[in-house]
């Protein structure tokens, strides 16, 4: 996976290719999705949701340009495998997930590896983010939105970065959002189709 789909691919961020090549991804498939793990491609983990691309995980990590220290929100922990990935690179990562269900999953995955160690798993709406330990350096999302929510925006630390993909449910690009002071650049890293972010409201 490492080698081909990775590496291959433009993935240089060596920390990235390291925490990717030791957390076993295994761990947050379904048992009888295990023999597919690290396919080049999402897959289902119940509830409609998926488990990302690895090469769309790495990527994302590799644009929170992380390197051991900061806090980091995640939105849609899903398996809670990006989760793990974010947390072998940063200081402390908070994971946010709307499906009750994928929530417990998450956590249970996240123990099971070993990796739930400085990753907390929140119940709830993440589109609004997560107020009560923001700000964050880096912020990961993990299910595309017509537009960036504002709360997000609001959340993200001075020289803070967010990765996040913005589209409709079909065609999205990811974007990565830098912070400097006031001002807010942006760009598009690559397209990509993501399930759809829920809930929320405030667009931006
Ligand atoms: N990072 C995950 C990918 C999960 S797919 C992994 O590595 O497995 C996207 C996830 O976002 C789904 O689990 C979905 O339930 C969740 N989601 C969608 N809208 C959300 C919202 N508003 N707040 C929190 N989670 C949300």
């Known amino acids: ?4 789909q990775l590496r291959r691919r433009g993935i240089r961020d060596d920390r990235v290719l390291e925490a990717m090549s030791e957390i076993p991804r ?12 690290y396919r080049d491609e999402p897959i289902q983990i119940g509830h409609g949701q998926t488990i990302s691309q690895p090469y769309m995980t790495a990527l994302m990590a590799q644009e929170l340009a992380l390197t051991g220290t900061e806090k980091v929100l995640e939105v849609g922990a ?8 974010l947390g072998a ?6 994971t946010v997930e709307i499906v009750p269900e994928l929530a417990a999953m998450a956590r249970e995955n996240l123990r099971r590896a070993g990796r739930d160690g400085n990753v907390e798993v929140i119940d709830g709406d993440g589109s609004w983010g997560y107020a ?14 017509p537009e960036i929510p504002m709360a997000l925006l609001d959340q993200l630390a001075d020289g803070g970065r967010m990765v996040i993909p913005v589209g409709d449910w079909l065609d ?3 974007r990565v959002i830098t912070r400097q002071g006031a001002r807010l650049d942006s760009r598009v890293a690559t397209f990509c189709r993501f399930v759809p972010l829920r809930g929320g409201e405030g667009w931006r």
């Open 1 to 4: 996976m490492v080698a081909h």
């Open 26 to 37: 295994e761990d947050f498939v379904p048992d009888e999705a295990a023999s597919d793990a």
């Open 78 to 85: 899903g398996s809670g495998y990006a989760a793990a990935v």
């Open 89 to 94: 690179l940063a200081g402390r990562v908070i």
């Open 132 to 145: 009560a330990w923001a700000p964050y350096d880096g912020i990961s999302v993990a299910a595309a939105a």
């Open 172 to 174: 999205q690009e990811l």
